[in-house]
């Protein structure tokens, strides 16, 4: 296992870096924060805000997360290049604790295609990058991208470089989302014992789903000592997404026992997460996605229901509730009160003050009188205007 001090899994949330670069995932400044107030209450350890040198308005956003944030940690991107750093080091200068997370490719198609670098330049470079975002930050991760596909004795090489240069995150991404669990297990195994001074730094796994094992991956590296997992709230991000934080989650808790670790998520927290970046993006999830979809806690079939009427164990192996997934039926209508509203409206995560909730109260009568049935996502657009009028 890699250095920790205490033994649990950081989770990772970069949903407003690698998620919003997915298409039709892209936010605001208003909406990140909005999205980053969620990702604190659900207790993330972590959340990486953005690539501040990609953008004014990535370094805004990173600026604005940064000066708001209590709690998690807030992350920057950087290339290991001087402008990188720099802007990530200013755009988190507001951060009460703030992270640079600097990263060069180290596999040989990457090296030779795309940096048109040796394997030493590429090594000098990844020490350099963190000397320097050392000089701004005490806290440096450092990413070794399409490190799946990397030579393994390299890979050690370059990460006992980047210990020595002051990293204490090492992250193994799986970029192109090609490894399978047996080997990205393995991998993590290998570098636990091959690089140099691993005993001061956290190993770390950032998976992308383009196989459809993302989650899996992640789970096989925390098996072989990774604890921190980088994720997306319902596993958006580049292709076919990222590792899925809520999948994540709640495997590590659903099956305690036999993973032996777990977080420190606010799982009640995870649905309304989930609805409030549904609502923000206008991205939908699966009707069967696990964990969050409509249907992950339906159960239609006669056989199924004469069972959890008996006993829900029969056919659920978590409970609705510690999700954040409310078991009432409530229908909302033009016959439903105040309390009503500001109840399901919290379910979703919206919590609204006294005179925002007057007013979506007001949108939400004059849609009930259209409308036989005023539906969740009607009810997360009415308090997004609610919540983006009071963002300005
Ligand atoms: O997938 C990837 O390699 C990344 C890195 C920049 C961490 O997102
Ligand atoms: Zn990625």
Not at 24 to 37: D, E, F, H, V, Y
Not at 95 to 113: P, W, Y
Not at 121 to 128: I, N
């Amino acid at each position: 296992m890699s250095g920790v001090s205490e033994d649990f899994v950081r989770i990772f949330d970069t949903t407003l870096r690698d998620g919003e670069q997915s298409p039709g995932c892209s936010m605001t400044t208003p909406q990140k924060l909005t999205i980053a107030r969620a990702l604190s209450e659900l207790g993330v350890d972590v959340i990486e805000a953005g690539f501040a040198a990609a953008s004014p308005d990535d370094f805004a956003a990173v600026q604005a997360i940064a000066r708001e944030a209590r709690g998690p940690r807030v992350a920057a991107l950087a290339r290991c290049q001087r402008n990188d750093i720099e802007r990530a080091a200013a755009a988190l200068e507001p951060a009460e604790k703030g992270r640079i997370h600097v990263f060069i490719a180290t596999s040989d198609i990457h090296l030779a295609h795309k940096l048109r670098m040796s394997r030493a330049e590429a090594l000098d470079a990844a020490a350099a990058g963190v000397e320097l975002a050392r000089q701004y930050c005490d806290d440096v991760e450092f990413s070794a991208e399409d490190a799946s596909r990397s030579d393994p004795a390299y890979l050690a090489d370059v990460f006992s470089a980047a210990i020595e240069a002051g990293a204490r995150t090492l992250n193994v991404p799986d970029t192109v989302g090609y490894a399978v669990p047996e080997e990205y297990g393995a991998l993590f195994k290998y570098l636990s014992e091959h690089v140099r001074g691993i005993e001061k730094a956290i190993l770390s796994c950032h998976c992308h789903d383009d196989l459809g094992m993302a989650v899996a991956n992640s789970l096989a590296a925390v098996q072989n000592g990774a604890r921190q997992v980088e994720c997306t709230i319902n596993g958006i991000g580049e292709r076919a997404g990222n590792a899925a934080l809520e999948e994540i989650v709640m495997a590590l808790r659903t099956r305690a026992p036999f993973y032996g670790v777990g977080t420190r998520v606010n799982t009640k927290r995870l649905y309304p997460t989930s609805r409030q970046l549904v609502a923000v993006t206008g991205s939908a999830v699966a009707r069967n996605k696990a964990i969050i979809g409509e249907n992950a806690f339906a159960h239609e079939s006669g056989i199924h229901q004469h069972g959890m009427l008996r006993n829900r164990e029969t056919y659920e192996i978590m409970s609705p509730d510690d999700v954040g997934v409310s078991r009432s039926q409530l229908v909302l209508g033009k016959h439903s009160g105040r309390a009503a509203l500001s109840d399901r409206l919290r379910e979703l995560g919206f919590a609204l003050d006294e005179s925002a909730l007057n007013q979506a109260f007001a949108h939400f009568k004059s849609l009930a009188d259209k409308k036989k049935e005023v539906f969740d996502a009607d009810l997360e657009a009415i308090a997004l205007g609610q919540t983006g009028n009071e963002q300005g």
